[in-house]
């Protein structure tokens, strides 16, 4: 399994990070390769929640395996030849929320000749969530 690792400061107190890092329902309107998302469980949020996230032509089922608010969330996943784990850090220090994205990936197949692009797509990725958080000037939750 192949391992990639970025880290981001993102200029928005710990929780609204949070909030949106787990807001599966709206994935698709802050990240650029999803085209859909949707919570498959009853329990929207925690151990056990199963998510499917579509990606133009590739479908993923998510499940998270660790959920602990506002620090730490795991999340494996299986799609069409792929299957990982993503798990992200968070960590607030005086101006801002350090986010740490994980991300583990087994390619299966001809889709092995398309990891020399998940570095970048994992980095615009969060990037953009990044970019979703404070462009919206989210100071607080409701």
Same mark, same amino acid.
């Given at each position: 399994? /192949?391992?990639?690792? #970025?880290?981001?400061? #993102? ?6 990070? $949070?909030? /949106?890092?787990?807001? =599966? ?13 949707? *919570? ?10 199963? *998510?499917?996230?579509? /990606? ?5 089922? &998510? %499940? ?7 620090? =730490?969330?795991?999340?494996? =996943?299986?799609?069409?030849?792929? %299957? ?14 350090? &986010?740490?994205?994980?991300?583990? &990936? ?10 020399? =692009?998940?570095?970048? /797509? ?6 953009? &969530?990044?970019? $979703?958080?404070?462009?919206?000037? *989210?100071?607080?939750?409701?």
């Amino acid at each position: 399994m /192949r391992k990639w690792e #970025i880290t981001v400061e #993102i200029n928005a107190p710990i929780q609204v990070v $949070w909030d /949106r890092l787990t807001d =599966f329902d709206n994935e698709a309107k802050w990240n650029p390769n999803v085209t859909s998302s949707a *919570i498959r469980t009853v329990k929207t949020y925690g151990t056990g929640t199963m *998510i499917t996230v579509n /990606r133009g032509w590739t479908h993923h089922l &998510l %499940t998270i395996k660790e959920f602990q608010p506002d620090t =730490f969330l795991s999340i494996d =996943f299986k799609g069409d030849n792929t %299957t990982g784990r993503s798990e992200n850090f968070l960590q607030q220090n005086d101006k801002a929320t350090i &986010l740490k994205h994980e991300y583990f &990936l087994e390619i299966k197949g001809l889709n092995k000749y398309l990891r020399i =692009f998940t570095r970048t /797509r994992l980095k615009n990725e969060i990037l953009a &969530l990044k970019k $979703w958080i404070e462009t919206n000037r *989210i100071t607080k939750v409701t």
